[in-house]
């Protein structure tokens, strides 16, 4: 069985190569939600590739790159995992990290980094 917060950033990352920004919008836990409209995050997209010659392809969240622990941002006692999520295009490779969390029942997203390191 796959991880369940690749599965989460995967969700995320296959949502924003769709456009859909109200479903990745759904991923993220309420502090961000708050931070950050669909409107937002489709600006942070199309700034982040602005440079390229069209939309993202696809996203692959990389499992290879998955973290159980790491020293920034702070890890919080929920986290369960940072994940690199890669966000091809025709003429570009991208990136956004996330941190997955447990919020109650269900996972979410509580932090988010746009563009490769």
């Not at 917060?5 to 759904?26: K, S």
Request: charged share 20%; net charge negative.
């Amino acid at each position: 069985m796959p991880n369940p917060a690749i599965g989460l950033a995967q969700r995320f990352g296959d949502y924003l190569a769709q456009g859909d920004y109200d479903a990745a919008h759904g991923l993220l836990c309420s502090a961000l939600q708050q931070m950050h409209s669909p409107s937002t995050l489709q600006a942070e997209v199309e700034a982040m590739i602005d440079y390229g010659s069209g939309p993202i392809h696809r996203a692959i969240a990389m499992a290879e790159c998955l973290l159980t622990e790491w020293q920034y941002p702070p890890m919080e006692a929920n986290d369960l995992a940072w994940v690199y999520v890669s966000l091809e295009g025709e003429d570009f490779l991208e990136a956004v990290s996330v941190i997955v969390h447990q919020q109650g029942e269900k996972l979410a997203i509580r932090w988010l980094e746009w563009g490769r390191p």
